[in-house]
């Protein structure tokens, strides 16, 4: 097939979801950093990642040959996708797997839901996955009367306490071992009450909890890490064998995946199986890792579903710029490196992907216009650090920087009075456009020094500019400009000639 | 419009710039020179880093090692495939009378039956020394995913002639459509305060015997 569009160009259709921030950036992140306990259970977590991230990585003489193929692999995938989509789904399809479509957040739920249904269940064991937390599906199951049960030891901490997920790897980052044994004492059914907060003890507790669930559920609902569009074959990276449990106990598996996630073929993976453990947990291997094609007789589910998800994706790949943060293999090595998250948390970032990788994913996936998602490209001091631990090579800033652009021009096609910042700045591009202009309003200095007073200070400056004065002061204006002082120093007992000179423009002064 | 029809449209539209598919560069490691008593040294330390037992036996020896592991251990689950002499010692201890029981295509093994046992002994694919990994492709000395994954101690037997240095040497012995697990050490999670603990829904011990010869 062409390579070539040859179609009518639509219009990019947006995500749904849980992608938007609830409020502005600013506004959720001040009340956050107030959160003295969040900040120090992440300081220590993310502190701790990074270091161990570091020397795992260090390790391996390749790092940068690694980043550079996974990099170039994942820029060729979104060049080829739809004819990576077709061939994967012929090959899982040939397999005895089912494919479906999901246009958005609804249409994928609708699907799962029913499937759940066709095989007569009402509840569901499931495996961490990014996926269904983007498209709310717990919370759509739970309406339909379906029970999802969270696997995952932190998933598990996290829904057992009605919150939300903090990190993308481990959800419940913002919370210790004090906080966790008082979540499982009060919400965890016939738990030990004499459970202590030693990690080793809860995570039995969670393990005693859910054996039962998985011996005995009939339909499991996971994400996927890859999928091999020249075999069929999905992955599952995890580590405490929930996964496992999973994906090889109930009869009947439904996955979702965004379309972004497939690898052309076999020898990928190679490439990606080094770079995300070592990039997410600081691992040279994650402990276990699960890959199913189709359906294998007398081994594992016999009924095998993948949902395939839009939701934004194909809004995302149409920004020729921003369509690499589509690279994201979801290791969270930029989060664990940024020192915005570090102090607010992923809470503050609303959406279902905090973190740099959030603050331009989430926007690429709802338009950067989408009420209250504008404010994540701001939520970054472009330090760069997202980019060097990147084990995908995505230019987190430069995107960033390009989101902003985009939402600079969205807001001025919208008609308005123009704002202080707006005059201010056409003020000074007249000032600043010939000499003689600037001539003009050094004339006005010594204004400034009435507006200063006796103590040669100027301690409150209106508008805009207010928020540079309240914590400093600026000193008075000289009593005259370095013009004014030339000409006074040379003018002329030399006569005129001298003196009729005023420099013109920079380009002038040689 | 079906939403396949309509997703890889919006796909293809939002590709109307035709980027470039690029050329992949592969030089990272693609093979190395490590030497059997290496490797043997590189994927022991990488498994004792994560918490597993390991111990090397010579192909004779490897009977007696059984025999010993599974000494005070009640019934243990194995699959059809394995070689059945292997545990000539281990069934000795009790007089003869077998705590064996055998998952086989026309006896499959109940997850109750799994849940019950104590261990489970299988053999493995391929194993990577570097990042301390053994492969399981469901061959039939491995058995199904399933068995080694409900009890709560995994024996597994690593021939060193199976063993590669790094994961790409490993990925092309292995066939992508066969079912696979890969396993690092026993299940683990850090999900508290990022402080490992090994054993939450996976086998709580791993033990592996590299078998030289």
């Known amino acids: 097939m062409s390579g070539t569009f040859l179609g009518m160009p639509s219009l990019p259709v947006f995500g749904t979801g849980n992608l938007h921030e609830h409020e502005p950036f600013p506004k959720a992140a001040h009340r956050e950093l107030g959160n003295t306990q969040l900040r120090a259970n992440l300081g220590h977590a993310t502190g701790t990642i990074r270091d161990k991230r570091l020397a795992v990585v260090s390790e391996l003489p390749d790092w940068e040959g690694l980043r550079e193929a996974g990099r170039a692999i994942k820029e060729s995938v979104m060049a080829r996708l739809p004819d990576l989509l077709e061939k994967f789904e012929a090959n899982f399809t040939a397999r005895g797997g089912k494919i479906h479509w999901a246009r958005d957040a609804g249409e994928a739920n609708a699907i799962v839901a029913s499937l759940i249904r066709e095989q007569g269940a009402d509840e569901v064991v499931k495996v961490k996955s990014m996926a269904t937390q983007e498209i709310g599906l717990n919370e759509y199951l739970e309406d339909q009367g379906i029970a999802a049960f969270e696997t995952d030891l932190a998933e598990l901490i996290v829904q057992l306490d009605h919150d939300k997920p903090s990190h993308i790897l481990v959800p419940a980052i913002h919370k210790n071992r004090t906080q966790v044994r008082d979540i499982f004492l009060r919400e965890m059914e016939g738990v030990d009450p004499d459970l202590t907060n030693e990690p080793a003890r809860l995570a039995a507790a969670a393990r005693a909890h859910l054996r039962r669930k998985f011996l005995s559920a009939k339909v499991a609902v996971s994400g996927a890490n890859f999928a091999l569009a020249d075999s069929g074959t999905l992955a599952v990276v995890e580590s405490e064998g929930n996964g496992r449990m999973c994906l090889t106990l109930p009869e009947t598996l439904i996955t979702v995946m965004g379309v972004e996630k497939l690898l052309p073929s076999w020898e990928d993976l190679e490439v990606f199986m080094q770079l995300l453990p070592r990039s997410s947990t600081g691992e040279r291997m994650n402990p276990y890792t699960s890959l199913w094609t189709g359906v294998t007789p007398d081994d594992g589910p016999q009924n095998v579903h993948l949902v395939l998800l839009d939701n934004g994706r194909s809004a995302a790949l149409a920004d020729e710029m921003g369509r690499s943060a589509l690279h994201c293999i979801r290791c969270s090595a930029c989060m664990n490196v940024c020192p915005v998250y570090e102090r607010t948390g992923g809470h503050a970032y609303g959406s279902t992907y905090p973190g740099p990788i959030g603050a331009i994913l989430s926007p690429l996936l709802t338009g950067i216009t989408a009420e209250e998602n504008n404010s994540l490209p701001y939520a970054s001091s472009l330090c760069g650090a997202c980019y060097d631990a990147c084990p995908v090579k995505i230019n987190i800033p430069d995107i960033l920087v390009h989101l902003r652009g985009e939402d600079v021009d969205s807001k001025r096609g919208k008609k308005k009075l123009p704002s202080q910042m707006d005059l201010g700045m056409k003020a000074a591009s007249w000032a600043l456009s010939s000499g003689r202009n600037l001539g003009l309003v050094e004339k006005a200095l010594p204004l400034g020094r009435l507006a200063a007073g006796p103590d040669r200070k100027i301690t409150k400056l209106p508008g805009i500019a207010a928020g540079w004065t309240q914590s400093r002061d600026i000193p008075a204006p000289p009593g005259q400009s370095f013009r004014q002082w030339w000409d006074k120093e040379h003018r002329a007992p030399a006569g005129p000639a001298e003196s009729t000179a005023p420099v013109e423009g920079p380009e002038g002064e040689s | ?213």
């Open chain 2, 1 to 213: 419009m079906s939403a396949r029809d309509e997703i890889l449209g919006r796909i293809r539209s939002a590709l109307r710039d035709t980027p470039s598919v690029p050329e992949v560069p592969r030089d990272y490691r693609r093979s190395s020179e490590l030497g059997e008593e290496e490797l043997i040294e590189l994927l022991t330390d990488r498994l004792l880093d994560y918490k597993a037992n390991v111990v090397v036996e010579q192909a004779s020896a490897v009977p007696r090692r059984l025999a010993a592991l599974l000494e005070g251990t009640g019934r243990y689950a194995v699959p059809h495939g394995l070689d059945q002499s292997l545990f000539a010692e281990a069934d000795g201890f009790d007089g003869g009378s077998s705590r064996r029981v055998t998952d086989a295509p026309g006896h499959r093994l109940s997850v109750e039956e799994l849940d019950a046992v104590d261990a489970v002994v299988t053999g493995s694919a391929v194993a990577v020394a570097e990042t301390g990994t053994i492969i399981l492709d469901a061959g039939p000395d491995q058995g199904r995913r399933v068995i080694s994954l409900v009890p709560d101690r995994h024996i597994c037997i690593v021939r060193a002639g199976d063993i590669t240095a790094i994961l790409p040497e490993a990925l092309r012995r292995l066939d992508a459509a066969r079912p696979q697990t890969w396993i690092s050490g026993p299940s683990a999670t850090s999900d508290i305060e990022l402080e490992r603990v090994e054993g939450v829904h996976g086998p709580r011990t791993l033990d592996v015997v590299i078998v030289r010869g």
